[in-house]
């Protein structure tokens, strides 16, 4: 994303021209905000007539959206007004806002439907006319209270409203007249006055209320096709939509004037997608464009899924099926997640099928068939496979007949979070609209990420943060509680580490060589991250690693720190680590592997894979573990960019490994070898561990201690010794008891330590 500065897009004259409310407004309302909250804080050169004329524009954008005046509305208006009372869109607007309210109750006046007969019997037409006069009367009730000033009888609004008031009043006169003559049993009542009178009320309403500007006359009714037109993305799917409506449509007149068609594709219709894509969103607009068409009888839309329909029992799948396509009936059953109803690990005991046979059966037969439209919605991938393990349903969905909507573009995603928060009344900076396209990129880790859906709830939790932090004061300015700001989505970023990666690395005991290697990465990171920032080409980054090194050297907790490294450095989007040993990835079964480490992976995404005895998964060319590293070197191309994967293992073992499959050494590049710890090392390390459960050792178990830790290599390295620790604390527990010496309760002894060391290495030999 590029930083610009909104104060430059905006200049005195586009503002200043527009001086009319039927003009297009030369500005939307989020520039209009951001113009507006720069102005406070930078220099400009924008008139009093231009900054004026601002406000008056956010007005109009604001009752374009809520269809009502507000405070705020009212206040923005104050403060035009302190900027150029004589705007002649201030006036305007002043006196649309006004008029409005009355506009939404004149409204009620059934004018259009009033009329008198010569031949009714005065019995009718007292009736009507009583009606007539009780809907006048409650209109001019509602004016007394309302209309306390008429600043705005000047405007149009204003002659045609008094011109309008006159003519009612007009015809209230004539109706009360005349229902008094009728009450009297008198005749002479002016029945062609009376309608003349009504018509002219009704075109003078009309022009009333086609007096406002666009959006706050009569409500514009919009056709899904109008409604699909508005969304944000989609371009192929909105092409696709109006050429299958305008099929339709031809079809249904061919059909009137004598054509038939007898290889129909039918309504039932399937839609993919991804979450937040819009499948539900498509599946009602298709429901009005059938019922637009006249093809079905109503447009409601009856949503189910897995859990609606499928039993627990024989025979309630098929009750719960027919239940819910009777009520369909006439309209559309849309059912989500359509694939969930046939599981392929579905035991005798999976009613899914029974589902799936009553609604073919429904669709194509019996008293139901061609009288409801079936939606089937899902995933792309599972929908696939679903509808070819079911040949009967597919033959019912035809090719022509399929809807896939694609993931949503990045500027798109951006757009649909400007237009949340503007529907809650909020704006981001363009600096925070820069941080929140960070927030979205994060999100995007895996096939799991929620689109608009979770662009949505990523600004509703930056509003709730937002509103969780500050409260309303008298004294604050508007703006305040309308913008977001980056300060406001930082909160919501991942916490911070207590102690930054590199330092719990160079807290670690030992570990020089890795230490270096390590350091080395990240400085190559971080100046290839700075390259890229200013415009120049990257060099390649290598991140996956295969660490060797005995047990307990420290493979696994270094593994951490690394994947908590590269997310600092912005490689990585979550950061976390996922631990796995053959047990995770391969399966006992044909087919079965490739999925178990599908999913594995899935977890890791956006993180580090660790996977410990890497070795372990080849053991020969018939063995699952063979399928196994074709799936990882595969998934590890596929996702490059979001996944880094470490092999650990023993030195010998692990290059023996690598060596065996040509996708694994040309993906693992970088080696860390892990060393036994020294002498020194260990018994800093065992010091380290004793004092964490705050005990000490006494001289005679540190001299043991380094006298044992010289006599050769631990088996074990740093899990050896905490291990002998532990057993040293249970130990002087004993001692303590049996010899009733509490004071010794926080020392180790060479006699507790010895003992320890005498029980770990026999577990160890």
Known sequence: MTNYTILSKVNNDSIIEWDQL????????IDVLRTLDQIREESHDLSHQAIGNLHVLLVYHRLMRHKQSDNL???????????????PTLTEIQSVMHYHRIKNELMNLTVSEWSIRETDFDQAKKKKMSEWLEQINRFNDFVESYEANDSSSKSELGFLYRDLTHKLSELKTLLEDSYELLQNKRTGMPTKSINQTIKQVSVLLDQFIDAFPKGFGHEIRQSPLQK???????????????????????????????????????????????????????????????????????????????????????????????NYIREAVGGVLFIDEAYSLKREDA??????????????????????????????????????????????????????????????????????????????????????????????????????????????DLVMKAIFKKGSMISVESDDHWLDHMRIESKDLAVMSDDKEDVPPMEQLEQLIGLNNIKQEVKKLS?????????????????????????????????????????????????????????????????????????????????????????????????????FGKEAIDTLVDEMTKHNDNLVVILAGYKQDMKRFIDSNPGLSSRFKKYFEFQDYAQDELLDMTHYHVQNYNYQLTDDAVHYLYSQYSGGSV????????????????????????????????KLSAEDVKKAWETVKGDNS
């Open 73 to 87: 509305s009212e206040k923005l208006l104050d403060k035009a007004a302190q900027y150029d009372e004589q705007l």
């Open 523 to 623: 400085s190559f990171v971080q100046i290839q991250q700075s390259r890229k920032d200013q415009g120049h080409p990257m060099v390649p980054i290598q991140l996956h690693a295969v660490f060797s090194g005995n047990p307990g050297t420290g493979k696994t907790t270094v593994a951490k720190i690394y994947s908590k490294m590269l997310k600092e450095c912005g490689l990585l989007k979550r950061g976390h680590f996922v631990l796995a040993s053959r047990s995770d990835l391969v399966a006992g079964y044909v087919g079965q592997t490739a999925i178990k480490t599908k999913n594995k992976i899935r977890e890791a995404l956006g993180g580090v894979l660790f996977i410990d005895e890497a070795y372990s998964l080849y053991r020969g060319e018939n063995d």
């Open 347 to 456: 035991s005798g005991g999976d009613y899914g099928q029974a589902v799936i046979d009553t609604l073919v059966s429904a669709m194509t037969s019996g008293e139901y068939a061609n009288k409801f439209a079936v939606i089937l919605a899902g995933y792309p991938e599972e929908m696939r496979h679903f509808l070819w393990s079911n040949p009967g349903l597919r033959s019912r969905f035809p090719e022509q007949n399929s809807i896939s909507l694609p993931d949503f573009k990045m500027e798109e995603l951006l757009e649909i979070a400007e237009a949340t928060a503007l529907d809650n009344d909020y704006f981001f900076t363009e600096t925070a609209l820069n941080h929140f396209y960070g927030l979205i990129e994060r999100a995007k880790v895996d096939d799991t990420f929620g689109n608009a859906r979770t662009v949505r």
């Open 22 to 29: 039927i003009k297009e407004p030369p500005y939307n309302e």
């Open 228 to 322: 699909l037109e508005e969304m944000v993305g989609l371009n192929q799917v909105k092409t696709y939509m109006n050429q299958y409506y305008h099929y339709l449509k031809y079809q249904q007149d061919r059909k009137s004037i004598g054509f038939q068609m007898v290889d129909e594709p039918g309504l039932h219709m399937i839609i993919t997608g991804n979450p937040g894509t819009g499948k539900t969103t498509i599946a009602r607009l298709l429901a009005e464009i059938y019922h637009e068409l006249g093809l079905l009888e109503s447009k409601e839309v009856i949503e189910v899924n897995r859990s609606h329909l499928v039993g627990s029992y024989v025979g309630q799948s098929e009750e719960n099926t027919m």
């Open 715 to 746: 088996n074990g390295n740093g899990r050896f010794v905490v291990n002998l620790v532990e057993e040293a604390i249970q130990y002087q527990a004993l001692r303590v008891i049996e010899s009733n010496e509490e004071k010794e309760m926080t």
